[in-house]
């Protein structure tokens, strides 16, 4: 059994926490020879599922799905669309662009009924925050944006270092622009990050951010952001 | 209709559902609701969130169906498998937030055979796992299915086991060997 194999074993039967977790998932995204051997893992395992009974679920269910649904106006129509901006993004970024797969899948959490007209101006200096489940795990990266002060607290209390990685938070801009870096965020500690005013200007209520893996000391210029391991967005408190 | 067109119907209703149509939501719901629910009742242990967790599911589908792969993997196995998964992601959040860990959610599934009905995912072969987790150190065979099932990770399990993650680890990993290579003994 090779290391990469085991990897994949514990990461479908659901051993990993922590950092672990974390590098699984990235290569899980990044990596078709790991997706493919988690892949075989979970068919392997799927009949484990055939061992609970089924249960009939209540009659209202599929009217409330049905319901949540139309809530969506767009639903799968809508990934083919991002698909395209994503296209569209990749051919205009320069070095920064991610792989169009990450970027899809961060851009899906982006609400695309939101026009900069709906943006709460209002309510501009009410902090923001955003809580980003780490993958699988209970881990949550703790966002927190106070825009009277143009600062971002992150707090990543729960998480370990591997020692030779290090994680890189990103907003994502709504029009589709090259990714913002947030910083480099440090392992069991919270970080406060001052951000320039042109980032600043770009987060509202609903912004999406992501978190790459990265070599120690985030991204280096040159090169394209590593793989997406974490996403969410931005809520009012 | 036979498994083999039930399993194509569902396919295509799938790929449907995927490129936006609505309608198609229906028939993948009837086709798979039961057997989805009845994973996360018993992982979760609670009609509410097993709900909530199904309805996570379906709209899952919905938004990315188009990341399912017909030429690639069984249907049925491919929404079970995100099932079970999306529920274990709520078990783990419930139990980092509150100290009661419902019991039944970590209880050891016995080793029931599955009935006829309930057999939607087996294909020749791949049941071959009840077959090959027998054959492991009953340790090791528990550990792996209270993880699979009660979303306990290492950590958990050498904690629950009272002994340290090393051991636990290794323990684990001579069996996740062992039944990879009785996996593929049958392939």
Known sequence: MTPDDRLAAEFAIGLLEGQDLLDARGRRASDPAFAKAVDWWEARLAPLLDTIPAVVPPEYLLARI????????????????LR??????????????????????????????????????????????????IGDSALRLGVTYLPDRKELLVSASG???????????????????????LGVVQPGRERRVSLDPATAALIHDGSAMVLTREPLGGKPPAADAGPVVAEGSFDRV | MSAEQARARLAAALVRLGAGDKAALEQVYRATSAKLFGICLRILGDRKEAEDTLQEVYLTLWRRADRFDPARASPITWIAVLARNRAIDRLRRKRTLGPAVPVEAAR????????????????????RIHHCLETLESAQRSGIKEAFFGGFTYADLAQRAGIPLGTMKSRIRRGLARLKTCLEAGE
């Open chain 1, 66 to 81: 049905s319901a949540a649904m139309a809530d969506t106006p767009d639903g799968g129509a809508e990934v083919v669309r």
């Open chain 1, 84 to 133: 395209q901006r994503v296209r569209f993004w990749q051919r205009g970024a320069a070095a920064g662009a991610i792989a169009a797969s990450a970027a899809l899948a961060a851009l899906v959490l982006t609400p695309q009924n939101r026009t900069p007209a709906d943006v709460p101006v209002r309510a501009a200096s009410a902090p923001l925050v955003a809580s980003i489940p």
């Open chain 2, 108 to 127: 050891e599934v016995a080793d029931e055979t599955p009935s006829a009905e309930d057999s939607l995912i087996e294909d020749e072969g791949q049941a």
């Open chain 1, 159 to 181: 998480l370990a270092s591997d020692g030779v990685h290090d994680h890189e938070l990103w907003l994502v801009p709504d029009g589709g622009g090259a990714l913002r870096s």
